[in-house]
T-cell receptor, first 114, second 113 residues
Framework: DAMVIQNPRYQVTQFGKPVTLSCSQT?????MYWYQQKSSQAPKLLFH???????NEADTPDNFQSRRPNTSFCFLDIRSPGLGDAAMYLC?????????????FGPGTRLTVL | DQQVKQNSPSLSVQEGRISILNCDYT??????FLWYKKYPAEGPTFLIS?????DKNEDGRFTVFLNKSAKHLSLHIVPSQPGDSAVYFC????????????FGKGTKLSVIP
């Protein structure tokens, strides 16, 4: 089945220790997104790639970076995780920007910062 | 400032009855609305959507109603089943070519057998 895969599902890191979360897709979609979702909050868009074009949301901290080496894979790098970065990180894809139609989500990676 | 609001964090409904989940929005530029369903330890999955040119969309047991003048939409599930127990997110796009999906905080639905 075509899908969005996130690894690992659970990640524990130490305060200030860099961490990388990965996402892959078999849908061959042009757009990949990273969302941060804290407990009982709405998912919040961090950034997205349209093909190789990177777009950062204005309020995304500099601590968060992303890489998309090819169509299938996208990585979220947190350079110096703080306690406030503990959250669920969701990767999503969409075929294009059409202003309608669904985004397809992965199962998420739950990040714990000790 | 939240542009998509789901004011009920939780809702409990008896199996077989109707579940009504509500969503309000403040941005008049929103013109396409979606509902996502999320089970624990899974990502959100698309459930149903509606364009602002419509006031109702139906898919099986699920119906979404849109009241543009009130900036309000609702999701009706009839009849509710225990497998419908999940967190439901309301989300919205603004305009053709938009990429940004704005989510509400979600409503946890519990369907009691």
């Amino acid at each position: 089945d075509a899908m969005v895969i996130q690894n690992p599902r659970y990640q524990v890191t130490q305060f200030g220790k860099p961490v990388t979360l990965s996402c892959s897709q078999t849908l061959n979609h042009n757009v990949m997104y990273w969302y941060q979702q804290k407990s009982s909050q709405a998912p919040k868009l961090l950034f997205h790639y349209y093909d190789k074009d990177f777009n950062n949301e204005a309020d995304t901290p500099d601590n968060f970076q992303s890489r998309r080496p090819n169509t299938s894979f996208c990585f979220l790098d947190i350079r110096s995780p703080g306690l406030g970065d503990a959250a669920m990180y969701l990767c999503a894809t969409s075929r294009d920007f059409v202003g309608e139609g669904e985004q397809f989500f992965g199962p998420g990676t739950r990040l714990t910062v000790l | 400032d939240q542009q998509v609001k789901q004011n009920s964090p939780s809702l409990s409904v008896q199996e077989g009855r109707i579940s009504i989940l509500n969503c309000d929005y403040t941005n008049s530029m929103f013109d396409y609305f979606l509902w996502y369903k999320k089970y624990p330890a899974e990502g959100p999955t698309f459930l149903i959507s509606i364009s602002s040119i419509k006031d109702k969309n139906e898919d099986g047991r699920f119906t979404v109603f849109l009241n543009k003048s009130a900036k309000h939409l609702s999701l009706h599930i009839v009849p509710s089943q225990p497998g419908d127990s999940a967190v439901y997110f309301c989300a919205a796009y603004s305009g053709a070519g938009s990429y940004q999906l704005t989510f509400g905080k979600g409503t946890k639905l519990s369907v009691i057998p």
